[in-house]
Every structure is written in C-alpha cells, then in structure tokens.
T-cell receptor, first 113, second 112 residues
Framework: DVKVTQSSRYLVKRTGEKVFLECVQD?????MFWYRQDPGLGLRLIYF???????EKGDIPEGYSVSREKKERFSLILESASTNQTSMYLC????????????FGSGTRLTVV | KQEVTQIPAALSVPEGENLVLNCSFT??????LQWFRQDPGKGLTSLLL?????REQTSGRLNASLDKSSGRSTLYIAASQPGDSATYLC???????????FGKGTKLTVNP
C-alpha cells in the first residue's frame, strides 16, 4: 500500500528557531506538496515540487522554503518560526500527469511558542 | 481562480439515515474531483475520485456524483453509522495543473 510518512506528529518550537518538517513517500511519485490547515481557512498550499530540485510556490509561501534533493523526500523549512505558523502541516504526493489521486501523510501539529 | 465551497459546514444526523454532502466549484474546467475524509487531528484519507469524463463513482456505502456543467459534486452516504463521523472535504484539480483546490469541509456527526 502506498505511503506518505511525516517524521513527527507533534512538534513544539520556540519563536525564531529554524524548523524542518520532513516528508517521505515510497511510491516513486513525481509530485509532492506541503499544505497547512487552519480552522476556518481550510487547506492552503504552501509549496509543491514536480521533480527533484524543482519547486513552485503555492498560495502562502511567505516565511517558508522547501528542499527536494531526492525524489522520495520533501522538506518544509520555517526559516525563523513565528507564532502565526502554529498549524497542522500536511504533506501529500501524487504520480501526476494522467494518473489521478493524491496520498496524504498523517500530519504534523506544530506549535510555536 | 477556482473556488470550492462546501455547504453546510456541519451536519448532525441520527444513525441509519441516508445523507448527501454538497460541493460546488466555480470553474468547470476541472480534470478530476476527489473526496477525502479527515478524522480529528489526522491526515486525509482518499474516499472517491471522479474523472472529468465520469458522472459518478461508488465504493461500498459511498457514491459520489459530478455535474461539471452546474459546477457541483455530491457525496451520498447510505445507512450512516457513528463511525462515519468525520470531516469530509472535496477538492478539485484543474486541467493543466497538478494542484488541488480544497473546500473547507463538512463536519459530519452521526448520533447513535
């Protein structure tokens, strides 16, 4: 069965820290995505990657960067964490092209204090 | 820009009832539409995906329909059970894009 794994379920970080959220997929998918989910705002796309070392900004990239050095791994980086980045972060992958469907990870609940 | 809306935001029904969740989208040039389930504090689980050329998809007690011309999709749940309690999200993928645009979800509570 296909799998997207996010390394942490819960994280607590301090304001100003550099934070890394890791996501690994085992399906040889081309595309990987980072979303954040907030009450009343739904899921919003932060960044996505359509190939190794390729990335594209989503709707809310400010304060974030990403890294995809290997096909299976997509990292979200909070350069200097702030309290307004407290959220649920969801990673997803898809094969892309004419192949349908996304697979999501279990999410990382990040709290910035 | 595609916008996806789900109404109502919350729904409470007694066990055994058949119910319909609604999803509307503003741009009919979609590639596919996907329904997800999300349990509290968890990730999203894919339920059904309908390609733009299809009218409906079924899986067990779930049936999803798609009407591109009217910009609507519905998720029908038959004989609801307390275990169906969750938030249900729909998401549209545009033609020419790999990205999904999500609705804000309908929180379903099935009461025993």
């Amino acid at each position: 069965d296909v799998k997207v794994t996010q390394s942490s379920r819960y994280l607590v970080k301090r304001t100003g820290e550099k934070v890394f959220l890791e996501c690994v997929q085992d399906m040889d998918h081309e595309n990987m995505f980072w979303y954040r989910q907030d009450p009343g705002l739904g899921l919003r796309l932060i960044y996505f990657s359509y190939d190794v070392k390729m990335k594209e900004k989503g709707d809310i990239p400010e304060g974030y960067s990403v890294s995809r050095e290997k096909k299976e791994r997509f990292s979200l980086i909070l350069e200097s964490a702030s309290t307004n980045q407290t959220s649920m972060y969801l990673c997803a992958s898809s094969l892309g092209g004419t192949f349908p469907g996304y697979t999501f990870g279990s999410g990382t609940r990040l709290t910035v204090v | 820009k595609q916008e996806v809306t789900q109404i109502p935001a919350a729904l409470s029904v007694p066990e055994g009832e058949n119910l319909v969740l609604n999803c509307s989208f503003t741009d009919s040039a979609i590639y596919n539409l996907q329904w997800f389930r999300q349990d509290p504090g968890k990730g999203l689980t894919s339920l059904l995906l309908i390609q733009s050329s299809q009218r409906e998809q079924t899986s067990g007690r779930l049936n999803a329909s798609l009407d591109k011309s009217s910009g609507r999709s519905t998720l029908y749940i038959a004989a609801s059970q307390p275990g169906d309690s969750a938030t249900y999200l729909c998401a549209a993928r545009q033609g020419g894009s790999e990205k999904l645009v999500f609705g804000k979800g309908t929180k379903l509570t099935v009461n025993p």
